[in-house]
């Protein structure tokens, strides 16, 4: 579907053909879909279509950003008379001060010249790495048209691969042309790519050792005042491309010091378009689902974080697992990413939690929203953090024991939200995550309203930044280890407000808040259902497995050129034997958590033995079953493993036009077989089946 509205876009907006050539398009800097190289990356006699020009003075080219086999010959027009195009070959804003445009440029193979950006040193305080060789480049042309009078137009931009095969190097991920001045992104000052001033002073301030990933550079800061303008082309596997000027800020936390950094970018006004409105993640579906997402405030190119250097695979490959929870998962795809035509690596390409998010994905006001990353406000106002304050302070001052009190604390979180949450967190292994107060963020709408179910003045949980995790420096070892009583005693213990020494401002921990939420039984019952839940529904082996191989092919394509790249500098042998170690250590891990995180909760939450059951659909197309709001996949039969110290709460859903006629059970206690909610006892295996009609 989405493959054709793009060609009904394109039949709309293609006006002309240039006279004796193949095709023209039109580069623009403000939400252009055009098409290029669209039919074999093999041959240049395609045919393209081109977006209008928007005025008499835009500039258009003859070829479409793409990929070509042989060199081609690029000429510039524009439809008024007795103007002249400047233009530049190396990222930078054209103006006339720049080179003149005289007759039609050969675009060659760039690879074989010399490394400019990628040169660069002085952008990490734990390396000086550059790749040893010559990365491979694109022709990047930017072109502009002067009147006699001054006046000029649009900025035209293209991106033009000679010479390289797109499917070879790239498959069928998209690839993203980033182009900016060069001082952007390496100025002493101003230069939020580099070390420079900041690091100096701070560097300057220290009287004791550092490590490295402590160190503050000019990446370290945040802020739209390090935000920096941005040309981005997106171009698609079948040679449909977008581009639209944007803004670009380095994102992270101890990750900024890496070689390959993280980049978000944000569309506003000031650049050209408020939003982007292209389907960048075709796979992202609105949190409300309604649809996909089509609409895009920021988005966020993401190195790997913690798994930077590693697998890199972690956080997206988690999040997709879990999709379906009752939390915020981000959609995302890997792409490859050029800047100023040099190759800049793979990376991530992955929603951004915002207010703009929510109102994307919700349908509610974003002036409404508020939410909060690790105890501070991320959006909303300033005041904003007594409603989390209020939240907190009630839940950790008042007996979570007594179901009045319990009760109040469901009306101002929503629980199922935050137990499948502590879930993941515990089924993965997170050692930086919500149980050390680090890498959780919830959001709620500051006023209720009747725009949306969930704009109900309730916090909800928001899954981001999983990366440490599932054994990553233990070699995927520490599968068996068991990090639940460690992180209930880690919630015991804590504080539940302590004062920040520098700022001497209350600081809220999160973990005192789960203890006492803890303390009540049917908190407890839930988060036993909801573990259970995410080792046998969304962690499921044979689906995890499947998953693990389809993202890992793709991964094991684009990850190792990327070390080759950017390092990091002690990977001094073959970086495809070095990533598929990595990429075997996950899976190890995944793997082997399947099987013994059943016998850790029963261990560390004092549980009797748990039971293996059993659960299938008389026709999975009438229907659908689940368990504590999580639905099974009953496309097969379901097993998975349960703790008969609870009931399970089942549900069946009939489909439109089907209805449900009663449960089939063996080997447990049944609260009512005809009903559509029903609660099993049990105290060992058994089998359940919902029949449809």
């Known amino acids: 579907m989405r493959f054709g509205i793009k060609k009904i876009l394109a039949a709309i907006l293609a006006i002309t053909l240039c006279a004796g050539l193949a095709g023209c398009s039109d580069a623009s800097s403000t939400g252009v879909i055009g098409g290029a190289d669209a039919s074999d990356t093999t041959v240049v006699e395609a045919e393209y279509t081109a977006a209008p020009a928007r005025s008499l003075t835009d500039v258009t080219f003859n070829y479409g950003s793409g990929f070509y086999a042989e060199d081609i010959t690029l000429e510039m027009s524009c439809a008024s008379d007795g103007v002249k195009i400047f233009y530049t070959l190396d990222g930078s804003v054209p103006d006339d001060t720049d080179l003149l445009y005289t007759g039609a440029i050969t675009l060659t193979n760039k690879t074989n010249s010399p490394n400019t950006v990628s040169a660069q040193q002085g952008i990490s305080a734990g390396s000086d790495y550059t790749p040893k060789g010559k990365v491979k480049k694109a022709n990047v042309v930017r072109a502009v048209a002067y009147l006699p009078d001054g006046t000029k137009g649009e900025i035209r931009n293209g991106t033009f691969w000679v010479g390289i095969d797109r499917n070879e190097e790239y498959g069928s991920v998209p690839v993203i042309s980033l182009m900016t001045e060069i001082d952007n992104l390496y100025d002493y000052e101003t230069g939020i790519y580099t070390l420079g001033k900041t690091y100096d002073d701070w ?87 309604t649809g996909a997402v089509t609409k895009y405030k920021t988005f966020v190119l993401r190195n790997g974080g913690n798994d930077a250097n590693f697998a890199k695979i972690r956080d997206p490959y988690i999040q997709k697992l879990v999709e379906g929870g009752r939390f915020e998962t981000m959609a995302s795809m890997p792409c490859v990413v050029y800047l ?69 604390a469901c009306e101002m979180i929503d629980m199922g939200s935050l137990v499948d949450y502590l879930a993941l967190n515990l089924y993965i292994y997170n050692e930086d995550g919500i149980f050390e107060g680090h890498n ?93 839940n995410m080792r046998n529904v969304y962690f499921e082996k044979e689906k995890a497995m499947a998953l693990m191989k389809e993202m890992g092919d793709v991964y094991k394509k684009l990850v190792p050129p990327t070390f080759d790249r950017f390092g990091p500098d002690w990977l001094t042998w073959d970086t495809e034997k070095y990533y598929y170690d990595e990429l075997y250590q996950f899976e190890t891990f995944m793997d082997k958590r399947y099987l013994v995180f059943p016998g850790l909760m029963q261990e560390a939450m004092d549980l009797s033995k748990f039971a293996n059951v059993t659960i299938s659909s008389s026709d999975a197309a009438k229907g659908t079953v689940s368990i504590d709001e999580t639905v099974l996949d009953l496309s097969k039969e379901f097993t998975g493993r349960y703790f008969p110290d609870y009931t399970l709460t089942v549900t069946a859903e009939p489909a439109d036009g089907a209805s449900f006629k009663c449960w089939e059970c063996t080997g447990a206690e049944i609260s009512d077989p005809n009903a559509t909610v029903a609660d099993i006892t049990f105290t060992g295996d058994f089998t359940l089946k919902a029949i449809f009609e």
Do not use: C
């Open 203 to 289: 560097k300057a301030e220290q009287e004791g050792p550092y490590e490295a990933w402590q160190a503050k550079g000019n990446y370290s800061n945040k802020g739209k005042e390090w935000e920096r303008p941005v040309n981005m082309e997106y171009i698609e596997a079948d040679g449909g491309t977008f581009m639209q000027d944007l803004g670009f800020r380095i994102m992270g936390a101890a990750s900024r010091n890496d070689t390959q950094k993280s980049l978000r970018l944000v569309a506003r006004a000031d650049y050209s378009l408020k939003a982007v409105e292209y389907p960048l993640i075709p796979s992202a579906q609105r949190s409300d689902g």
């Open 440 to 532: 959780w963020q919830m959001w709620r709408v500051r006023e209720k309203g009747e725009d949306s179910p969930y704009a109900d003045g309730r916090w909800r949980m928001m899954v981001y930044d999983n990366d440490y995790s599932s054994g990553i420096y233990n070699d995927g070892n520490n599968y068996t280890v068991d990090n639940i009583s460690k992180a209930f005693q880690k919630a015991a213990e804590a504080e539940p407000i302590t004062v920040d020494e520098e700022t001497g401002e209350d600081v809220r921990n999160v973990a005192a808040m789960i203890h006492a939420l803890y303390q009540n039984p049917t908190f407890k019952e839930d988060l036993v259902t909801a573990m259970s």
């Open 340 to 408: 100023n035509g040099e190759y800049w690596g793979m990376y991530t390409m992955a929603e951004d939690y915002s207010d703009n998010y929510i109102e994307n994905n919700y349908g509610i006001d974003n002036h409404n929203v508020v939410t909060v990353k690790q105890g501070e406000i991320e959006e909303g106002n300033e005041e904003d953090i007594a409603l989390y304050n209020d939240t907190f302070d009630f839940i950790t001052s008042n007996d979570m024991t007594d179901e009045a009190n319990y009760a109040k």
